[in-house]
């Protein structure tokens, strides 16, 4: 397996530890991005070794038993699906939400999901806090994420692409946020599988960035961030084992490019905390996420 294609039946092989999906399902979704019974059987047995030891994550109830609502939807504006040049001659799709007075912009890349509502949603909630943002749909080529009725079947297409095709999208996002909002820096943030592909995005060396802040994401092995100058936020979760085991090498390539950086390991969070739509949500950790992703943006974009 590719490195993706292992993060990817990792999450699954959680998920079924977490008892967030069925052994059935969890097999079916592993059968998807090429893994055989055999091959499967042993990761969901591998994965699930200790999950007898599993942390409640879910939103931290407030005073008469009421959630609050997720962190910046008060003032979040409304987005509209649009199309953009891509590289070589393709058309990529995305959701834009524009700031009234904009301080910035930011390129917002989405979970394994593909581009769902959630993601369109936090688009709207930068842009109603002064950031214009764009979320990209890295499965434009393949029709786009609403092309696919079974999300797992979205999930499986995201794992045969090879990161370099993923870069170039991006880096034509930025190139479409420096079009619609010119003289502004820009900035990118991901959450999981979109904070990996920041991480790639830096690695790639894209110096238009000013800022950059993956949630929760996978390091690209062997990283080199020597040919970026953003700004970086990494937001980890103290109960997410699997991707803390690369935070100290993140840490390492970020100072050693030289890159102005701040590790922030979220407690009492796991993995996926900020997405208010899924089962590890939680509403604290996410808040004060949110003010540090809006504090670092004031500092570096403006």
């Not at 008892?19 to 699930?48: F, H, K, N, P």
Request: charged share 20%; proline share 6%.
């Amino acid at each position: 397996m590719t490195p993706l294609q292992r993060y990817i039946a990792e999450e699954i092989a959680i998920d079924h530890a977490d008892g967030l999906l069925t052994r059935r399902e969890a097999l079916r979704r592993l059968g998807l991005i090429g893994l055989g019974v055999a091959a499967a059987t042993s990761l969901l047995a591998a994965c699930s070794t200790g999950s007898d030891e599993q942390s409640s994550t879910s939103a931290p109830a407030t005073p008469g038993g009421a959630t609050p609502p997720p962190p910046g939807t008060a003032d979040a504006v409304s987005t509209e699906s649009v199309t953009f040049a891509g590289p070589d001659g393709r058309v990529l799709q995305g959701a834009w939400a524009e700031a009234a007075t904009p301080r910035g912009t930011v390129l917002v890349v989405h979970e394994n999901k593909g581009l769902t509502d959630h993601i369109r949603s936090v688009a709207g909630r930068f842009a109603g806090a002064g950031y214009s943002a764009l979320a990209v749909d890295l499965l434009s080529e393949e029709g786009g994420t609403a092309t696919f009725t079974d999300q797992a079947q979205a999930t499986a297409a995201l794992a045969t692409v090879p990161p370099e095709r993923f870069v170039a999208d991006m880096k034509a996002g930025v190139d479409e946020l420096g079009r619609r909002v010119p003289d502004k820096k820009a900035a990118a943030v991901g959450f999981c599988f979109g904070g990996g592909m920041v991480w790639q995005l830096l690695a790639a060396g894209e110096p238009r960035l000013a800022a950059a802040v993956p949630f929760y994401g996978p390091l690209p092995e062997g990283a080199d961030f020597s040919g970026s100058k953003a700004a970086v936020l990494a937001i980890y979760a103290e109960l997410d084992a699997r991707v803390n085991a690369s935070r100290d090498a993140a840490a390492a390539a970020l100072a050693k490019a030289g890159l102005p950086h701040e590790i922030v390991t979220v407690p009492g969070a796991d993995h996926a905390f900020f997405n208010d739509t899924g089962p590890r949500y939680n509403a604290t950790a996410a808040a004060e996420a949110y003010e540090r992703v809006l504090a670092w943006f004031g500092e570096y974009l403006g």
